[in-house]
């Protein structure tokens, strides 16, 4: 065992290479990309003008506000019968909100997919609320989480008042790349998406796959955390809707007819959210992200599959693979080489491999892809990697 007190070992995202050299890996929060945190920074120039300073009912304000839904609608391709909510609570606010808004009584049912650590989270938030069944995803031999299950007809109740599901496992490294098609005598059901590690990296067929609604705390590719998007049918808002004890700041209709103010949103956040949806605008969309985020992973799970299993990762069948985090062990969790790697790899800049989740360390390394990290990052890490298995193989 190598010393436990090396910062690299306890998880710190300060390297010594000079920050400007530094490739940010983390789960989230993380960097944003380098234009956006620049045109950030360059707004502080201008005291008492940022959306620091302003009240959220100013027409500066406003203007604001009122750019930021238009360039996401515009980005994600939002539907005019969408509503685009910036919710509080993040998106565990969101676990609770779901069932609060979706479900009148606590005996109403919902259909959860649970996949992963995420949605068995957002699963057991609901079940305080709803009647939540589960669609239980775990591999039949092993117990671990590392595919999807099919959905059929006879696992969803036909009263569900909607289906819940993940389409990025943030930890488990489980991606849906597009969102699937339910039975056809369930397609009444409305589709419920936690796209929190996901969104803006792939269009989204929002009416196609029947989605009521989606949300994405900000903290992984958009933002920053304190605001979660929350994009919601507008056929599912209306009076009498929500349950009597749907709190007003997670009421989807109250903050709806408010437009995003019924209380102060988190204004800054709100701006950032802004300026990144005005980033990928700028080059080329969602598309243009989707083929940057293949190219990213990729390059890391080539080199893991040529590696003959000096680097392991979970999910084998790779229409699942996640693009946006990349779990890997060496050596099948070898623990001084683990430590060794991520020393090296820390002394190299690249950091964030390994930080604490609310679900433990967990076995594996990973690498976070966000939009904050371009392909050359990948390709460094990449190239590191491979250095490194030439080097420590057996
Ligand atoms: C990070 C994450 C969350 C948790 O969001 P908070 O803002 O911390 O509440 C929920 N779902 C997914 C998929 C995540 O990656």
């Known amino acids: 065992m190598i010393s436990n007190t090396h910062p690299a070992l306890a998880g710190s995202l300060r390297s010594t290479v000079p920050s400007d050299e530094l490739i940010n890996f983390s789960p989230g929060p993380t960097s944003l990309p380098k234009p956006v945190e620049k045109s950030i920074a360059a707004s502080f120039s201008e005291p008492g003008l940022t959306s620091l300073a302003l009240s959220h009912r100013s027409p500066e304000f406003l203007e604001i506000l009122e750019h930021a839904v238009a360039s996401a609608r515009s980005v994600m ?36 997919v649970v996949n992963g650590t995420w949605s068995l989270r957002g699963r057991d938030e609901a079940s305080r609320y709803c009647d939540a069944q589960t669609i239980d995803g775990r591999d039949s031999s092993t117990g671990d989480y590392t595919s999807f299950p099919e959905l059929t007809e006879v696992d969803i109740d036909a009263e569900s008042r909607y289906i819940y599901l ?13 969102l699937p098609k339910l039975p056809e005598s369930r397609r009444h059901i409305p589709l419920v998406i936690d796209a929190s590690s996901d969104f803006s990296t792939k269009p989204i067929d929002w009416e ?35 349950s009597p004890l749907c709190p007003g700041v997670f009421n989807y209709t109250t903050n709806s007819e408010a437009d995003n103010l019924w209380n102060t949103p988190a204004t800054f956040n709100i701006e950032v959210v802004g300026r990144v949806m005005d980033w990928i605008a700028g080059i080329g969309g969602v598309e243009e992200l989707e ?35 990349v779990p890997f062990n060496l050596m099948g969790g070898d623990v001084t080489l683990t430590e060794r790697f991520l020393i090296e ?31 050359e990052n990948a390709v460094a890490l990449a190239d590191f990697m491979k250095q490194f298995a030439r080097e420590h193989a057996a």
């Open 291 to 325: 083929r940057r985020s293949i190219a990213k992973a990729s390059a890391l799970y080539e080199v893991i599959d040529a590696s003959d299993g000096f680097y392991g990762t979970p999910v084998t069948d790779k229409r699942l693979r996640s693009r946006m985090n």
């Open 345 to 375: 790899s820390w002394n190299k800049g690249m950091v964030g491999l390994r930080t604490l989740t609310p679900f433990g360390v967990g076995d594996y390394l990973r690498a976070s892809l966000y939009n904050g990290v371009t392909i």
């Open 77 to 112: 391709g939002i539907p005019d019968n969408y509503e685009v909510l910036f919710t509080h609570g993040g998106g565990h606010g969101q676990f609770a909100a779901l069932p609060l808004n979706l479900c009148h009584e606590a005996s109403d049912v919902a259909t959860y």
């Open 166 to 178: 993940c389409s990025n496992e943030t930890v488990n490294g489980i991606e849906l790349h597009r």
């Open 208 to 242: 196609g796959a029947g989605v009521g609604v989606l949300f994405a705390c900000a903290s992984k590719n958009i933002g920053h955390p304190g605001v979660t998007m929350t994009i919601i049918r507008k056929d599912l808002l209306g009076e009498g809707k929500a």
